[in-house]
């Protein structure tokens, strides 16, 4: 083995870290060996021979995903043919299936779903107490929450061929399940990494979806249900791959430790955000709708939110703005259609009277809404934090379009862009401090002439309702004491009947 090899071997070691962030930036960095004319050809042969030799279904489905960042990176990059990737890939999958799909021009026929499983569990096939004590350690809960959901609005014993297909993996992976003093999930006071996968977490994540291709094989799933599901095993969404995340922008409020003993770091905040609100006012042709981030880290933490609504006063009662943003962060999220890897396409309509809401003499209306994907982007869990946001439906008639470029997320009608989204990461690491929201931001600007206009078509005004959130603990493995301070920007006192 060459030295090119020995580096390419050592960087494939990486594919499998337990680290999230790690996994992401090793599979960009061998994307940008393969469209290398120096390297292309030994990493891409590497490549292939990495994906024969895998034995576990989720670890296969990231050699394809390697495939599909040489195309964000480079377009011109040739991919294998659909029968060449269907020879290497050992351990095939409905999720690999999926991105076998993305990657070809065209459909391919549904796989032999009897061979993407072990068979029904047979009746002497006794229950493994570990397996349930710990699958939702080492995975998100939402596995055994969908398992459930199958088994309930099925009838059918979901988590025991799940459980079932698990002990025949370990079986032929010749392994012991093992719980080791990890601390990888974290206390809730401590620093602890977030998107951690280990090799018992790909054991439990490729049984589960060898149990969603037997729920198709005996007829109680569709494939269409059965690649719903396995879309949430996917690590990243090939939308938001596409999203560079930029440095903390210059307009994002930038405060001062304070020298003495008063802390004086919410007035300055505070001050920030009313500049900020008075200059968008002007002559900008983007208003900022929607905005959230980190604002300050160093013996304190400041977190700050920005929300932007239409605004009808029907009296002098003022409202309680915690309620307002509190309502707002459990408005239900919104899914792009059809169902699909990568959250570029249409938005879901959503109605006005499914938004609006009174609160003292206040009517309300949101600006924008949350978007779900349909993945859960582990590998970038910052945005999994932070959200991703679009210009609420109601605006217009017609379906919004989202399509994600290096710079940031577009919001479109036709061929004109009425909204933009990006995020920015500032000091981002693979651990988070404590139970702190990420070092991260987020922020969704619209068309001035939208808000404009429907501002005057409803009779309503729009301004922000703002939350800034402060942690502060007196000793490093102490608890986090939070408080909160509430505002307002630009809201009219005019009584309309």
């Given at each position: 083995m060459n030295d090119i090899e020995k580096q390419i071997s050592f960087l494939f070691s990486r594919v499998t870290w337990p680290s999230g962030m790690v996994r992401e930036r090793t599979?960009?960095?061998?994307?940008?060996?393969?469209?290398?004319?120096?390297?292309?050809?030994?990493?891409?042969?590497?490549?292939?021979?990495?994906?024969?030799?895998q034995t576990l279904e989720s670890i296969a489905a990231i050699g394809l995903l390697i495939f599909y960042r040489a195309i964000i990176l480079d377009k011109r990059f040739s991919l294998p043919s659909e029968s060449e990737l269907a020879s290497v890939i050992n351990k095939p999958s409905i999720l690999s299936w999926i991105l076998t799909n993305?990657?070809?021009?065209?459909?391919?026929?549904?796989?032999?779903?009897?061979?993407?499983?072990?068979?029904?569990?047979?009746?002497?096939?006794?229950?493994?107490?570990?397996?349930?004590?710990?699958s939702q350690i080492f995975l998100p809960s939402i596995y055994t929450d969908r398992a459930y959901q199958i088994e309930k609005k099925n009838n059918i014993p979901f988590m025991h061929q799940w459980m079932y297909e698990w002990q025949k993996l370990l079986e032929n992976l010749g392994k012991e399940p093992k719980i080791k003093p990890l601390d990888f999930r974290g206390w809730p006071d401590r620093d602890h990494y977030v998107a951690i996968d280990f090799e018992l977490?790909?054991?439990?994540?490729?049984?589960?979806l060898r149990a969603l291709a037997w729920s198709i094989m005996i007829g109680v799933l569709s494939e269409d249900e059965g690649e719903y599901l396995a879309l949430e095993t996917c690590p990243i969404d090939l939308g938001l791959w596409r999203i560079k995340p930029l440095?903390?922008?210059?307009?994002?409020?930038?405060?001062?430790?304070?020298?003495?003993?008063?802390?004086?770091?919410?007035?300055?905040?505070?001050?920030?955000?009313?500049?900020?609100?008075?200059?968008?006012i002007g002559n900008n042709n983007w208003i900022i709708a929607e905005a959230e981030g980190r604002v300050f880290e160093g013996q304190s933490f400041y977190d700050l939110t920005i929300h932007g609504i239409f605004q009808i006063c029907r009296g002098s009662q003022e409202p309680d703005l915690e309620e307002i943003l509190e309502w707002i962060h459990h408005l239900p999220r919104i899914r792009y259609i059809?169902?699909?890897?990568?959250?570029?396409?249409?938005?879901?309509?959503?109605?006005?009277?499914?938004?609006?809401?009174?609160?003292?003499?206040?009517s309300i209306l949101p600006v924008a809404c949350r978007v779900k994907p349909y993945t859960v982007p582990r590998w970038q869990f910052w945005r999994c934090y932070r959200d991703v946001w679009t210009i609420a439906t109601y605006f217009n008639p017609h379906n919004w379009k989202l399509q994600c470029s290096e710079l940031q997320m577009t919001i479109s009608v036709g061929e004109e862009v009425v909204?933009?989204?990006?995020?920015?990461?500032?000091?981002?690491?693979?651990?988070?401090?404590?139970n702190l929201p990420p070092a991260s931001g987020q922020c969704l600007q619209i068309d001035r002439k939208i808000i404009e206009e429907f501002a005057k078509k409803t009779n309503s005004t729009f301004c922000w309702v703002c939350s800034l959130t402060g942690y502060y603990r007196k000793y490093e493995y102490g608890s986090f004491e939070i408080f909160s301070d509430y505002r307002q920007f630009g809201s009219s006192t005019i009584v309309h009947p």
């Open positions: 599979c960009t960095e061998i994307a940008k060996l393969i469209i290398d004319d120096r390297f292309s050809q030994p990493t891409y042969n590497y490549l292939l021979e990495w994906l024969q030799s993305e990657l070809t021009t065209n459909r391919l026929a549904s796989p032999d779903w009897g061979s993407l499983n072990s068979g029904t569990a047979p009746n002497n096939f006794s229950s493994n107490s570990f397996f349930g004590k710990y977490s790909e054991i439990y994540r490729s049984s589960y440095s903390r922008p210059d307009w994002w409020p930038q405060v001062e430790e304070p020298k003495g003993q008063i802390d004086t770091l919410p007035g300055q905040i505070w001050s920030h955000v009313e500049n900020l609100w008075n200059k968008q059809p169902p699909s890897l990568k959250i570029d396409g249409e938005i879901e309509k959503i109605s006005t009277e499914s938004l609006e809401n009174d609160f003292g003499d206040w909204g933009k989204w990006n995020d920015w990461t500032n000091g981002l690491k693979e651990k988070l401090t404590a």
